[in-house]
Structure formats: structure tokens, C-alpha cells
């Protein structure tokens, strides 16, 4: 059998299902209106913040400034953390905030399209749009918000008082205080994530290996020996390192035995406050290790869910081996949510199939197919759903 009879083939199956609207069939996998999203921790200051499969939101920690008041919060795609106040992406790409507004940080209600926010140790909020341009609200004081003129960037992460940005092709952008080198990233090529501390800026490279600028004063900058890393948090004074093996390497300041994770194993992603650092298993669970005063540790209790991610045999060429539906952010996606609608029908297609390694993705995908714009990555295939 021909490619082309292949392709013939699927056409006509797409054409049938679609004029038929089909809404159940024995061959059939019909999607009704299902949510889900995909688990994470943040972590600033003295409390922790933790993101269900379910879009809901858990926090525990110091909670003076009402930072920790994230029970009613719903369908939530991102969290992200300052050390007075809790921030989050919704699904429909607006911001819902939390706790302390003395600079006036959380006046976001404005905001539409954001992918991604951060608001790192300082008091201001970054967010990333989806065309790649980013806003910002807050203290301004050393130019930590002049980002209006930034272009193509994919990330964003804040320090005290500077703002860093990943773009497109690589290389990264900062504006704000710099009198310890933070802001000192002009250079730096191949980064695929980045992260910020009190007063300093980690970049991941592509090769797993990591990059370092501003202060050092408690050695978080000696990662030299690193390798394999597939993401990076920082602490106010420590450097924290995912491995692809699911364990974790960290440096710096452990004055509450915040670096204390060579035991740690099976962690999908990683955050870090002042004095503690967090781990997200594979199963969802979740360990802690660091300054217990306020109660941030207690995080160890949760369970945040898991979304069945089947591996497939076959990667499609348009998903990169750092999406965060195969492992954990590499180069950082905001957590996927998964939306599928009522016209959105997966099928089971023969294995044939994938013997035709041009086909496009929805002409071949794994072993279930969706029924979507075939420029656009099944996710909800990756999932199992």
C-alpha cells in the first residue's frame, strides 16, 4: 500500500467521522468536555504552593500577608510565587493574584492572553503573552519592569529586584539592579530554561549543563560539575538541579538543610524558597526539606494527582523532547491543561500506519488519534484520555 493511499485513506476517514458527527461508536473514543492539568510546586519566602490535576490550588506556609488564601481558586493552568503573595495562570489566560499589593504588584485584572507569570523575591509581577511580548506591574524602582519593548521571549523569571527573559532562539535579556552581575546574561547562547535567585541568574543549557551570573557568596554559582540537568529552581541563596534521572543535585547556602535532596528520587520538577526546597514526584506526592517554621514543609503531605502519560513508541516530529507532556519544563512551558470539546473525537487508527513515517501527526499519532488541526500537537493523545 502506497503513502498515498494512506493518505486517501485517513481523508476519508476524517471526512466520514466529521459529516457524521459522531458522538459514541464502538471504534471510537468520544471526549466530553474533560479538564485536566498537569500538577506543579512553587515555593518563596517561608510557604509553598501546590497546583492539582484537578485545576485546583493548595498553599501552606507563613501566611500574614493572606499569600496562602488560594482555597477558592479554580481552573488553573500555572502558580508561581513571591515572598508576600501568590500569583496564577487561569485556562483563559487571565491572572488571579493573592496577598500583600503595596507597590500595587497585583493590579493585573486587565491582563489577557499571559502563558506564564513569575514573581520570583521581589515585589512585582511578570507576565509572559502569548505572542511573546511581556508586561509587568509593581515596584519599578531599578527598572525591573521597563519590559514593554521585549520580543519573542518564552520565559520569564524575576530575582529581588531584576527581571530575566528567555527568547526563541536561545539567548536572554535583563533589565533592572545589576551591581551583583545578574543581569550580566548578554552572552549566554543554548539556554532552555532560566531561574533566579535573591541576586543571581542560572541558566539551563541545552546540553544539561549549567551557567551561572551574579552573586556567589555562598558558592550557589558551583555548578561547573553539573551534567544531565533537566531543570533549575533557585532559592534566595542556593541552587537547586533536576537530573533526567529523577534526582536532584543543589549548592549554596544550607544553613536549614535546604540542600539536603541527594537522596531524593522519581522528582518530576522542583521549586525553592528562602530556606526549603520542593520536590513533585511522578506519583504526585510531594517531599520537603528546609526551614520548618512556618509550617511550609507541610506540603510533604500532599497529593496533587497525576495525569496517565503513556509513552509512545513513536515521538512526533512536532513535539520537542522537553515538552512537558513527555517529562518535566525544560526549556519552561506553563503546565498543559488539556480542553478537549465536544467535536474533539478520538479514533483508533491500524497499526499499519505508522510504517509511513512522513504522514503528518493526526494522520498517524500513536495508537489514538484526535480529531484536530493537524498543525497542532494531540496532547490530549499523550495523556491517555
Known amino acids: 500500500m502506497t503513502e498515498l493511499t494512506v493518505r486517501g485513506s485517513l481523508l476519508m476517514m476524517l471526512v466520514i467521522i466529521s459529516t457524521l458527527s459522531l458522538t459514541t461508536c464502538t471504534a471510537s473514543k468520544v471526549l466530553l468536555d474533560v479538564k485536566s492539568y498537569r500538577p506543579m510546586v512553587a515555593a518563596s519566602g517561608y510557604f509553598t504552593v501546590g497546583l492539582k490535576s484537578d485545576g485546583t490550588v493548595v498553599a501552606a506556609g507563613d501566611n500574614d500577608n493572606g499569600q496562602c488564601n488560594v482555597n477558592t481558586w479554580s481552573d488553573i493552568t500555572q502558580v508561581a510565587t513571591s515572598v508576600y503573595f501568590t500569583l496564577a495562570v487561569k485556562s483563559d489566560g487571565t491572572i488571579v493574584t493573592t496577598g500583600d499589593n503595596n507597590y500595587g504588584q497585583r493590579d493585573v485584572s486587565s491582563w489577557t492572553g499571559i502563558t506564564q507569570v513569575a514573581a520570583g523575591f521581589g515585589r512585582v509581577i ?20 521597563d519590559v514593554s519593548s521585549w520580543t519573542g521571549i518564552t520565559q520569564v523569571a524575576v530575582g529581588s529586584i531584576f527581571t530575566v527573559g528567555l527568547k526563541s532562539d ?20 543554548g539556554i532552555t530554561q532560566v531561574a533566579c535567585g535573591d ?32 531543570q533549575v529552581a533557585c532559592g534566595g541563596l542556593f541552587t537547586v538541579g533536576l537530573k533526567s534521572d529523577g534526582t536532584v543535585v543543589a549548592v549554596g547556602d544550607n544553613t536549614y538543610g535546604e540542600c539536603n535532596v541527594s537522596v531524593w528520587t522519581g522528582i518530576t520538577q522542583v521549586a525553592a524558597g528562602f530556606g526549603h526546597t520542593v520536590g513533585l514526584k511522578s506519583d504526585g506526592t510531594v517531599v520537603t526539606v528546609g526551614n520548618p517554621d512556618f509550617g511550609q514543609l507541610n506540603a510533604g503531605d500532599w497529593r496533587l494527582g497525576t495525569i496517565s502519560n503513556p509513552k509512545p513508541t513513536t515521538k512526533p516530529q512536532s513535539m520537542s523532547k522537553d515538552d512537558p507532556a513527555h517529562g518535566v519544563f525544560t526549556s519552561f512551558r506553563p503546565p498543559t491543561i488539556l480542553t478537549p470539546k465536544r467535536s474533539d473525537i478520538c479514533f483508533i487508527l491500524p497499526s499499519w500506519v505508522l510504517a509511513y513515517p512522513n504522514l503528518t501527526q493526526i494522520e498517524r499519532g500513536f495508537s489514538i488519534h484526535g480529531l484536530r488541526d493537524k498543525t497542532k500537537s494531540c496532547n490530549f493523545c499523550d495523556y491517555g484520555i
Open 126 to 145: 511578570i507576565g509572559l503573552k502569548s505572542d511573546g511580548t511581556v508586561v509587568a506591574a509593581g515596584d519599578n524602582s531599578y527598572g525591573q519592569c
Open 170 to 189: 536561545g539567548t536572554v535579556v535583563a533589565v533592572g539592579d545589576n551591581h551583583n552581575g545578574a543581569c550580566d546574561v548578554s552572552s549566554w547562547r
Open 199 to 230: 541576586e543571581f541568574t542560572v541558566g539551563l543549557k541545552s546540553d544539561g549543563t549549567i551557567i551561572v551570573a551574579g552573586d556567589n557568596r555562598h558558592d550557589m554559582s558551583d555548578v561547573s560539575s553539573w551534567m544531565g540537568i533537566t
